[in-house]
């Protein structure tokens, strides 16, 4: 092993040691570490070299003995530019009687490849004298690569979170929008339901208060003594128009009342069909489908098979109730539709309702748009239900909704 070794620095003296014993010892210990380690002189070449870093450089140890160390293995950087002797650290730093480790440079091979290396420069010195510098170094390649990997990873959780925190920003606006939306639709159906409880109900109430009024005063009149001595007076034929009078003022008392029950109850029904407590969803769904089909005028194809459908908990069927309203009403406000198809399949495991219409159709991208509200509310209802709402449409050709629940087994 040591006839391999250049002879060590004169500087390093053990007064009456045997120096055989000690270079045979000290070249034992250079050969058996893993680390590259050579000995430059002041011209910056090979004095010494383990076999560990002539092996790491390609080469056989007496192969670069007195060889430029910095010409030979450190002599360009990472992008193959000229490594100018001057400039390097390791021949600065001992000319200079000072230490210096790096670790962001390359050594090339004989091959011509470069391996990232770390590597410390100790300056030799006998007698306040610098006589050269003895430079260990480590190929870190692995490290470099475990680094890079490391800053990859890290860079891609950081455009992960981003795009993350960038999606649950624009989710958490499209919440505040949605909220904002339901609340404006809230607001709204008040309205609309005050304007029917004030045009309709009070105009019933009114007239039917005026006709409670006339007979009120004509129960007076018959009562007081002046109108009995009047209506002896009478004859037969002016007593019977009074009594044909009064009765048919009773009679549209009793009309206006009828019409007062059926607008409370059509009041009722928009905001919670009682078909859907007294009869449950698929009743209520098919209730629903022909009203909107009556009042739309649009035909309908009309399919149902719920005989095997497993029995659903009334915010479930309430939720699911929703969705297919604002279907249909998605149909009636843009569609432009003149025929609707609606498929209902239901089992003891999933739910599958198709609205389907031969309207005008839109593109994709209408459908995810920020202000798609309605489609926005249906599909939070579905994704709540553990369910997804599918929509296929093109321009001139319709549109498809289709619901689907996934029903969880008791």
């Not at 018959?222 to 009594?243: F, K």
């Not at 194809?301 to 005989?307: F, H, N, P, S, Y």
Request: proline share 4%; charged share 25%.
């Amino acid at each position: 092993m040591f006839a391999e070794t250049a002879p060590l620095p004169a500087p390093v003296h053990l007064p009456g040691a045997d120096q055989p014993v000690w270079r045979d010892k000290l070249s034992q210990l250079l050969e058996s570490t893993g680390e590259g380690i050579f000995g430059i002189d002041m011209d910056g070449c090979c004095t010494f070299i383990n076999r560990a870093g002539a092996e790491q450089l390609g080469f056989a140890p007496a192969e670069v003995l007195g060889k430029n160390m910095h010409e030979l293995a450190h002599h360009s950087h990472a992008d193959g530019a000229h490594y100018p002797e001057h400039l390097c650290p390791i021949f600065n730093a001992f000319r200079m009687a000072l230490p210096c480790r790096i670790d962001t440079e390359l050594f090339w091979r004989r091959d011509g490849s470069a391996f990232a290396v770390e590597y410390s420069s100790y300056p030799i010195v006998d007698g306040g004298v610098v006589q050269g510098a003895v430079v260990t170094f480590v190929d870190i390649s692995a490290r470099k690569r475990a680094e890079e990997a490391l800053r990859h990873a890290n860079d891609v959780l950081e455009q992960r979170v981003s795009e993350r925190t960038q999606a649950l920003s624009e989710a958490l606006q499209q919440l505040r929008e949605l909220s904002a939306y339901t609340h404006t639709v809230r607001e709204e159906e008040r309205t609309r339901i005050a304007r029917e409880v004030h045009d309709e109900l009070g105009s019933l109430l009114v007239a039917l208060k005026m006709d409670v009024g006339w007979l009120d005063k004509r129960l007076d009149d018959l009562g007081s003594s002046t109108y009995v001595a009047e209506q002896q007076q009478r004859e037969p034929v002016a007593a019977q128009a009074m009594r044909d009078t009064m009765r048919h003022k009773c009679q549209n008392m009793g009309r206006l009342i009828e019409a007062a029950v059926d607008n409370v109850g059509r009041i009722i029904t928009d905001l919670r069909p009682s078909i859907l407590d007294h009869q449950g969803l698929w009743a209520a769904l098919d209730w629903q489908a022909h009203e909107f089909v009556q009042s739309a005028e649009l035909s309908l194809d009309w399919q149902m098979d719920v005989e095997q459908a497993a029995p659903l908990p009334e915010p479930s069927a309430m939720a699911i109730f929703r969705i297919f309203q604002e279907m249909l009403s998605n149909v009636g406000r843009h569609a432009q539709a003149s025929h609707l198809a609606i498929t209902i399949l239901a089992t003891a495991g999933e739910i599958s309702i198709r609205v389907q219409d031969n309207g005008k159709g839109a593109a994709a991208a209408a459908f995810e748009a920020a202000n798609a509200y309605g489609v926005m509310g249906m599909r939070e209802r579905a994704r709540h239900l553990g369910g997804s709402l599918e929509i296929s449409s093109k321009i001139g050709l319709g549109s498809l909704f289709h619901l689907r629940i996934k029903l969880l087994k008791p």
